[in-house]
Structure formats: C-alpha cells, structure tokens
C-alpha cells in the first residue's frame, strides 16, 4: 500500500526558512515523479514544485522559483522542499504526491496518483 507522510511544518517568521520532508513506502520509490502542492484557506490546491525519479527534471511554481527547492533521495526514499525566505502568502497545507502513469514532471494535480495527509505552514509577519 502506497503511503506518503509530511512531515516538518510549523510556525515560522517571514524571511525565514523550513524544510518539509515526505517519507513515501509501498513503491519503488526511484521511478517515480514526486510533487508539492499547497493550499490555503479558502484557495485552490496551488502546484508548488515537481522532481522525476532521478531527480533530472525539477520544475517550480513562479511563485516560488528562487525561494523554494525541491529535492530527493532515493536511498531513504523520501522527498524534501527546502523554503528559504518565507512569506505569509506561504501559508497553506503542504501535500506530497507520487505520479506514477508519466516519466515527466506534472504541474495538473490530476495527474498524480497518491497523497499524503499534509503538513501545516504558517508564516507569521
């Protein structure tokens, strides 16, 4: 059975920074695309960044590029997004995700098969 857990949000000042971490069981971690995806109150679910199975192919949202990584490592199977200077537009339940169907990056949360539960960020100013 496929899990994904989030773990590593919390309360955090503006321009300061927090690493969010994703522990993924029951797949063969490696050969699959992983993504971070947030939501806010009262918003969408917001694309945030995407790695491939190798960690070739890294895309990002505009509204984090520069702020936000994203990264992996296979051999504890688990998948990161480092945040650096914050914002309080930031706040929003963070979700990981595995696509398991393309090699590619996805930026439609249609196309991802799994889901963790989330973890909360909160950017205070």
């Known amino acids: 059975q496929v899990q994904l857990v989030e773990s590593g949000g919390g309360l955090v000042q503006a321009g300061g920074s927090l690493r969010l971490s994703c522990a993924a069981s029951?797949?063969?971690?490696?050969?699959?695309?992983m993504g971070w995806f947030r939501q806010a109150p009262g918003k969408a679910r917001e694309f945030v960044a995407a790695?491939?199975?190798?960690?070739?192919?890294?895309d990002s949202a505009d509204s984090v590029k520069g702020r936000f990584t994203i990264s992996r490592d296979n051999g504890k199977n688990m998948v990161y997004l480092q945040m650096n200077s914050v914002k309080p537009e930031d706040t929003a339940v963070y979700c990981c995700?595995?696509?398991?169907?393309?090699?590619?990056?996805?930026?439609?949360?249609?196309?991802?098969?799994?889901w963790g539960q989330g973890t909360q960020v909160t950017v205070s100013s």
């Open positions: 790695i491939t199975g190798n960690g070739g192919n890294i």
């Open positions: 029951g797949l063969i971690f490696r050969s699959y695309t």
């Open positions: 995700a595995v696509e398991l169907r393309y090699g590619s990056t996805s930026r439609h949360e249609y196309r991802y098969d799994y």
